[in-house]
């Protein structure tokens, strides 16, 4: 076996994004380029030698002709170890638990998340550190820049390795040891949760239905919910992954799990529903007839949190992306934990995870977690709805209600126009921007804007700030209209706009949250002509 030095012009475009490098899957497969990518992942973290890595995706189009490559170029850049997840799988959640737990230097995960995948959908490419999180800004930085001087990559000359067979096999001076990759994670949650009164609430007759979208936690929710709880056989649908999905989008939202939807608002759906996303770290929840907002799910949940064994000694603290609703600071206030408000994006909760400042967190975008992995986990979410509900003994609405009379509601709704034209997006921001200096002086239609800016973090624990994370403004109301780029895109760009109202309540808690926040999108269109400046007549996509 010999070691293949190849020289490369380097690429430009490989900046990794809110959630590592995501690019058409076609681009993906060009000549050089994922290697060139794994070369950079490979001299930004210092070389490979002597290192172990975890291995792993969602099983989307390129990831088993992509995994060859990475084990390839691992052992010729003198990796020790590799501990790839049999047939090339991981969840994300499940991969960042086997970095921590066999401590390794970090991972490669191949995925891009809840984007489609196939040969016309999208792959990526993300690296996570030995924290188990994804690679902090510092690293994806070097990352790019040494994806910008490549000169050469190496790879070994050698056939596949077989990843269907569990075990060890050697290739060159490296090993390569194949897992289960559900196993361990399995593992995990059964010490975190109390499955034997989730098994209970299932024989009480409970009725649940959980959407994989034929990704990748369908393996992992058939095995937890169905083998290890219980829960009757059927509840998980769309439980193979499939290299497109099944031509599904993989994103756990009203809109692209409208199946799920629509037999959880029917009279006699079930009593509890989730969908997960394509690699496993995001999730909706549902109740019959109810829709819970991720803004408000981590809310219920930290409010809820020690009714679950794992989380019985309480929070040290609890985290949210700044466009996430702030109903989860009320019951941080009420428990007097501290709370944190961080940019998009998960990387920025780990040093909060692993400093202790944080144990729960959670993002808008269907995203929360805890201390127990350091990326989001989607069946992790719906096994702490799963307890709360074991142990209330309560429907989700009347959970839902319940929070709402006690801590005020905060109406959220996210609204995304898609692949907008590069300049037109810019043109929305810029304009904006230039406003916020006069805003944050005014009155708008009777409210007074307490605070217009470019969100700007400073890390509590290292002090590092990070600028230009999303346009805000925050009425005296506590109402905030948010405005942002997206970050995981790989058509055009993307804006995201964030829309939020509070009421304290105790009248006027069970509208229809578009409805309550007409006035607010009314307001929002007035000041940044999104629709008149783009021609749109509405967002693509309302969350
Ligand atoms: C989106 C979400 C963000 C999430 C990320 C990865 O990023 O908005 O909250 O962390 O996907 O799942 P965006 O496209 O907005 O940059
Ligand atoms: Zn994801």
Redesign the pocket.
Known sequence: MTVQTVAVEPFDDQKP???GLRKKTRAFRRPHYLECFVQAIFDAIGGASGKTFVLGGDGRAFSPEAAQVILRMAAANGAARVIVGQGALLSTPAASHLIRKRGTDGGIILSA??NPGGEDGDFGVKFNTATGGPAPEPVTERIYAASRDLTDYRIMQTGDADLARLGTQAMGDMLIEVVDPVADYADLMENLFDFRAISALFQSGFRMRFDAMNAITGPYATEVLERRIGAPAGTVIRAVPLPDFGGAHPDPNPTWADTLMAEMMAPDGPDFGAASDGDG??NMILGRGVYVSPSDSIAVLAANATLVPAYAAGLAGVAR?MPTSAALDRVAAALDIECHETP???KFFSQLLDANRATLCG???F?TGSNHVRE?DGLWAVLMWLNILAERKESVREILEGHWRRFGRNYYSRHDYEALDAAVAERVVAGLRERLPTLAVQAIDGRTVVLADDFAYTDPVDGSVTPGQGLRIVFGDGARIIL?K????TEGA?L?LYLERIVAGPDGLTEDAQEALAGIVALAEDLLRIKALSGRTGPDVIT
């Open positions: 994004g809110t959630s998340s809840h770290d995001r992306s998009t994006g998960w993002e808008e975008s995203g989001k942002r997206s970050g995981t895109g993307t995201r």
